[in-house]
C-alpha cells in the first residue's frame, strides 16, 4: 500500500469524513468541545503523528471551507451543495483539500481514497458520484498524478 494509502490514514481520514460531518450539523458546541468529544475513545489509538494527519485534514478543510466549497460547485455541474448528500459533500471537501494543498498525497491516492469513503459511509451510487467529480478535477492538476513529495509514514 502506498505511504497516503496505508490503513491507519484511511482510518484518520474516514474520521475526518466523520467529525466534518458532525460539525456540518452540529454547530452548538464549540470546536474544541465538538473535537474533545469526538476523539474521547480514539485518542489512545493515536500517535503523535497520526494525531498531526487527523488535524492537518480537520483544520484544513474547516480553514478552506470557501476556497473548498467554491471548487467543488465549479467541478460539480447542476449540484448545489446543499443537495449532496453530507458525507459526499464532506467526502469531496476532504479529497479537494488533499489534492490541493496536500502535495505529499498523489492525487490518485486521494481520489481512490474519497471513493472507498464514500461507498464505506453511504452507498455504492456515492462512490461513483465522487469518482465522477473529482475525475473531472485530476485531470487539470499540474503535477504527477501517482506520485507525492515524501514525507515521514504514520
Known amino acids: 500500500m502506498t505511504q497516503s494509502g496505508s490503513p491507519n490514514r ?17 454547530r452548538y458546541d464549540t470546536w474544541e468541545e465538538a473535537l474533545e468529544l469526538f476523539l474521547e475513545g480514539k485518542k489512545r489509538k493515536m500517535s503523535r503523528k ?3 494527519f487527523f488535524d492537518e485534514r480537520i483544520d ?3 480553514m478552506r471551507l470557501e476556497e473548498l466549497d467554491r471548487e467543488l460547485k465549479r467541478n ?4 448545489d ?4 448528500g453530507g458525507v459526499d459533500r464532506n467526502v469531496l471537501r476532504l479529497a479537494f483539500f488533499e489534492l490541493l494543498h496536500c502535495s ?15 461507498k464505506e459511509l453511504s452507498s455504492e451510487e ?6 465522477g467529480i473529482l475525475d473531472n478535477v485530476i485531470r487539470k492538476l499540474d503535477r ?5 513529495v515524501p514525507k515521514e509514514e504514520i
Do not use: C, I, T
Open 81 to 84: 451543495l446543499h443537495r449532496m
Open 50 to 52: 497520526m494525531r498531526a
Open 76 to 79: 460539480s455541474d447542476n449540484w
Open 126 to 131: 456515492s462512490g461513483k458520484f465522487v469518482n
Open 104 to 118: 505529499d498525497v498523489p492525487p490518485v491516492v486521494a481520489v481512490n481514497e474519497a471513493v472507498q469513503l464514500a
Open 144 to 148: 504527477p498524478l501517482r506520485q507525492g
Open 10 to 26: 484511511h482510518l484518520l481520514r474516514l474520521w475526518a469524513v466523520q467529525f466534518l460531518f458532525q460539525r456540518d450539523y452540529n
Open 60 to 62: 484544513g478543510v474547516s
